[in-house]
């Protein structure tokens, strides 16, 4: 599951972050995953719990963004609201839209001591 | 190491210094170049300070990815490769297809250097099969990984003779700006799996999903992030158009529900239909 590899990837930066500023343990971890971002969300719930035993995440509060997709019909030259790759335009029926706000997953910040 | 362009390890050299995110390093055949990555140890936590603050990162998580990515991207620009990652689910015909293209390759292009790299999770059942054909590939084996990344693509192109033999190209100055077909090919075959490479940057220039006749005409619907990440879907097996249920029309046009700018071609690797205009899309396609 890539939910796993994602996961490895924030805890990598969490450890990081870690060496950098000093601290001791993540109170509260903030994530931000776009809807079309291609993560299914439980799963990467429990990947990051699986691998937080043991490190500086361990009983971390992990709190998940989910900003909608903002994305631009070509066809009706309209700002429309997204789910799904394989969504119509909710205004014309058309298909060639494209997104206009970001998809990456971020670490947003960490709640530290 | 390589004092052209700085990058590369000592040939043979077994010990790898890895960043991915289990913190291991591949085990690598001396004799292939053939690498495989393992499960990992734990990590532990930095001891330091108590009081409670936030730290803002707005990091993303795939930042570490998509910079070595952008290594492999420039790394093959100054080879002079053109790297294709080719995508699909298990038993779509990749490997078979990549022998038939390598063979009708080596007829058109004689002198056209081509490579491949592997991914699956276990065998070099693959590689040998390329190997068969003349072009040198190393297999990649992802333990249990279900997708190649940029970290993998990097450590493998290292190894391959692709790599030394194309620093000829880069003396020549006139090579640098000119803009031609590929000095060199190189074919990733990644771990047959349709969710997750669609993900992960490797560096390439364009992502190619296979699609065999025998699979549904609507699988770019049930999987839309690959083939929206797709720049070229390849319908394979179209010799066995006559004994299955397969719309092909309904394919293209669920293709490009998700991607409107999808490219499409048919080929069979069995029969070599439609192989000559997927060599002539390798040899023009620009990324």
């Known amino acids: 599951m890539h939910e796993l590899s994602l996961a490895g990837s924030v805890l990598q930066i969490v450890e990081s972050a870690a060496a950098r500023d000093v601290f001791k343990r993540v109170r509260s971890l903030h994530l931000s995953v776009p809807a079309l971002a291609g993560v299914e969300i439980a799963a990467f719930r429990f990947a990051l719990q699986s691998l937080a035993s043991h490190t500086v995440l361990d009983g971390a509060d992990i709190i998940i963004d989910e900003p909608a997709t903002r994305a631009r019909c070509d066809d009706c030259d309209t700002d429309i609201h997204v789910v799904h790759f394989e969504d119509a335009c909710e205004l014309c029926g058309g298909y060639r839209w494209q997104c206009s706000n970001d998809r990456a997953i971020r670490v947003v910040d960490l709640l530290v001591e | ?287």
């Open chain 2, 1 to 287: 190491m390589c004092v052209v362009c700085g990058c590369g390890q000592e040939r043979g050299e077994t010990s790898l210094k890895s960043n991915t995110p289990d913190g291991t390093s591949p085990r690598i055949d001396k004799q292939t170049g053939d690498m495989h990555f393992g499960a990992s140890a734990a990590r532990v936590s930095v001891p330091g300070m108590s009081e409670i603050r936030t730290l803002k990162l707005e990091k993303d998580v795939l930042s570490e990815n998509s910079r070595l990515a952008q290594l492999n991207r420039a790394h093959f620009a100054a080879h002079g490769v053109t790297a294709y990652d080719l995508v699909s689910s298990p038993g779509s015909g990749k490997t078979s297809l990549l022998c038939k293209t390598i063979a009708q390759l080596v007829s058109r292009r004689p002198s056209l250097p081509v490579a491949v790299i592997e991914g699956d999770q276990q065998t070099s059942l693959d590689a040998d099969r390329i190997r068969q054909t003349g072009a040198s590939a190393i297999q990649v084996n992802t333990g249990r990984g279900c997708h190649l990344d940029a970290l993998m693509v990097g450590k493998a192109f290292e190894q391959l003779g692709l790599h030394s033999a194309s620093h000829e190209y880069r003396e020549s100055p006139e090579s640098l700006n000119t803009i031609g077909p590929p000095s060199a090919l190189l074919l990733i075959e990644n771990v047959g799996n349709l969710v997750c490479p669609a993900m992960w940057d490797l560096g390439e220039a364009a992502k190619v999903v296979i699609l065999s006749v025998t699979e549904g005409a609507d699988k770019p619907l049930k999987y839309p992030d690959m083939f929206s990440a797709a720049t070229l879907m390849l319908i394979n097996k179209i010799d066995l158009l006559p004994y299955v249920d397969f719309n092909v029309e309904q394919c293209i046009e669920s293709a490009r529900r998700v991607n409107p700018d999808i490219q499409v071609l048919s080929v069979s690797a069995s029969s070599g239909e439609g192989i000559n205009d997927w060599i002539d899309w390798l040899l023009q396609h620009r990324g």
